[in-house]
């Protein structure tokens, strides 16, 4: 609950674009879609981060990344996984890995 209430705090302090602690239809509107708005869309890659690095090294292993998306599916076998998974480790290492580390960072 703590950790929800500092993401809101966060997320307002950046959508009051005007700093007058009051928030504007527009800036109502980044406040709930911040990934619409320029001032506001670097908090959905920090939150994304955030919960994706599980060791918080600051950067997103394939390990993690597919781990994320494995959740709740610890009873079916490797062969059993869906199409869809396979593709998104491709997509890691060839699209979202933009420097060929093996991790995502904030840059990419």
């Known amino acids: ?5 500092i993401r809101d705090y966060n997320k307002f302090i950046s959508a009051d674009a005007n700093g007058d ?3 504007s239809v527009d800036e109502m509107a ?3 879609h911040p990934e619409e ?3 506001t869309k670097h908090l959905v890659f920090e939150e994304s981060m955030h919960d994706l690095d599980r060791n918080k090294d600051g950067r997103v292993s394939l ?7 494995r959740e709740g599916e ?3 076998e ?4 869906p ?17 060929k580390d093996g991790y995502l960072d904030m840059p990419e």
């Open 63 to 69: 390990e993690e990344f597919m781990a994320d998306l």
């Open 1 to 5: 609950y703590r950790e929800m209430i």
């Open 83 to 99: 199409q869809w998974i396979e593709q998104e480790k491709r997509d890691f290492m060839e699209h979202r890995d933009l420097n």
């Open 37 to 39: 708005f320029h001032h």
């Open 74 to 76: 610890d009873d079916v």
């Open 30 to 32: 980044a406040f709930i």
């Open 78 to 81: 490797e062969g059993d996984r």
């Open 21 to 23: 602690q009051f928030l």
